[in-house]
């Protein structure tokens, strides 16, 4: 089993920043794929940026060049970096981690971008 814990949400106003963590316990070996998604309320689960074991990236369209995910050494901690934050990006905040193609999710935290 694999424990997923997501930090560092809050509210912010519209250009702001954040950095989001999610720090992986348990079974962590072979962890080869981490990724952020969010909800917004309303509306479906998205993926905003994966990054694999090798260190490739990915991120949907409409957070490229604002967001920038990464990960520690050990590869048991994933951060996503927000730029330029929007009120578009309000949402929960959701880390996924896959080991031997088994899903796991953190429980998530909220990111509100308001004035």
């Known amino acids: 089993q694999v424990q997923l814990v997501e930090s560092g949400g809050g509210l912010v106003q519209p250009g702001g920043s954040l950095r989001l963590s999610c720090t992986a316990s348990g079974s962590t070996f072979g962890i080869n794929f981490m990724a952020w998604y969010r909800q917004a309320p309303g509306k479906q689960r998205e993926l905003v940026a994966s990054i694999a074991s090798g260190g490739s990236t990915s991120y949907t369209d409409s957070v490229k060049g604002r967001f920038t995910i990464s990960q520690d050494n050990a590869k048991t901690t994933v951060y996503l970096q927000m730029n330029s934050l929007k009120p578009e990006d309000t949402a929960t905040y959701y880390c996924?981690?896959?080991?031997?193609?088994?899903?796991?999710w953190g429980r998530g935290t909220q990111v509100t971008v308001s004035s």
């Open positions: 996924n981690g896959v080991r031997f193609a088994a899903g796991y």
